[in-house]
């Protein structure tokens, strides 16, 4: 990570720091839950993607992010410029955060970019949260970053 470190790392690495007010313990629980119940809270995609970041994996969220905005485009105009955008940053080989998924689904989506509709990338976006799910999820709930982030917002600690 930068120098800049961002508001929620400062706090789940040194337990002296205050969170802001508006994260509750009870989302931060929910995130233990499943992985699911982490990317539909608030906070949850915002620390997640923070952890992957310090991780140096944080394409998968980027990209599954990125889809997430994609499908609420309705000007075609706007959905043909962001899908070239999304090919070229992640599902181009060789691209700078190019995400692991198989030939064939990377075959239909540079057959579906040339007229991309809103679920173009849904497929890959599949791929990509079921191994943020199955790889990277358990790890983060084993994390110092999340451990310590429990431990400071705990009722006691306040």
Known sequence: M???????CK?????????????TLEEVLQ??????????TKYGPVV??????????????????ACETYKKI???????????????IYIRPQSPREINIDSST???IIRNIQEPTQTCFEEAQKIVYMHME???????????????????IQPNNS
Do not use: V
Not at 31 to 40: C, D, I, N, V
Not at 134 to 148: A, H, V
């Open 11 to 23: 706090p789940c690495r040194d337990e002296s720091q205050r969170l802001p007010s508006n994260i």
């Open 134 to 152: 199955r790889d990277s999820y358990p790890r983060f709930l084993k994390s110092e970053m999340y451990q310590n982030l429990l431990k400071t």
């Open 31 to 40: 995130w233990a839950q499943s992985f699911e119940k982490l990317m539909a």
């Open 106 to 108: 990377r075959e239909t």
């Open 74 to 88: 309705a000007s075609r105009w706007s959905r043909i410029s962001r899908a070239k955008k999304l090919y070229k």
């Open 2 to 8: 930068s120098r800049r470190t961002c508001w929620i």
């Open 48 to 65: 997640y993607a923070a952890y992957l970041k310090m991780e140096h994996s944080d394409e998968n969220i980027k990209f599954w992010m």
